[in-house]
């Protein structure tokens, strides 16, 4: 996550071509980090607000019948992008921050918690959730500005098109 003391990421331009790769490598396995977290955090949301809309309508639903089909719209994916190996993201700091804070609003007892606490549960989420997807905008944001620095020195002749089947 960026923060004020942070420093300022290094022109594409000026890194050689192992480091933009390296770089590029790092920030996409971080934003499977960022992303695991965001689908987690939006999947909860949508279970919060589940929890709300069923009191709202005063119905006695079972929340446990709609968690299969809740965390399958937000879990197993987002947008296509090229394929990478699919590692266990479940044990990383936003994951970890992501429990702490479900944690610290009884996440756990979602049924059994008063209006002010599932409101105070969804407010928590929500500002986790927001938090996440700025960072993940910026490091898209230099993702595609390593990206293109790639396919301008592909294009331009100044790296070798071969060496892409050594990466």
């Known amino acids: ?13 000026d890194l050689p071509l192992d480091a933009l790769r390296a770089l590029r490598h790092q920030l996409q396995h971080e934003d499977d980090c960022v992303s695991y977290a965001r689908r987690v ?10 929890e709300h ?9 079972d929340l446990n019948e709609q968690i299969g089909e809740i965390l399958g719209q937000h879990l197993t994916g987002g947008p296509a992008r ?38 105070a549960l969804s407010d928590a989420i929500g500002g986790f959730e927001q938090r996440v997807s700025a960072d993940r905008r910026e490091r898209f944001a230099r993702l595609d500005a390593l990206s293109a620095e790639l396919v ?16």
């Open 82 to 119: 090229p394929p990478r190996p699919t590692d266990d993201l479940s044990d990383n700091p936003l994951a970890d921050e992501l429990e702490s804070v479900c944690a610290e609003h009884h996440f756990g007892r979602l049924t059994d918690l008063d209006d002010v606490e599932l409101a």
């Open 1 to 13: 996550m960026t923060d004020a003391g942070a420093q300022v990421a290094p022109d594409p331009a």
């Open 41 to 50: 955090a939006q999947a909860r949301l949508d279970l919060v607000a589940s």
């Open 152 to 167: 301008r020195r592909y294009r331009d002749g100044e790296a070798d098109v071969d060496t892409l089947l050594t990466d």
């Open 53 to 61: 809309a069923r009191r709202a309508a005063g119905t006695d639903g």
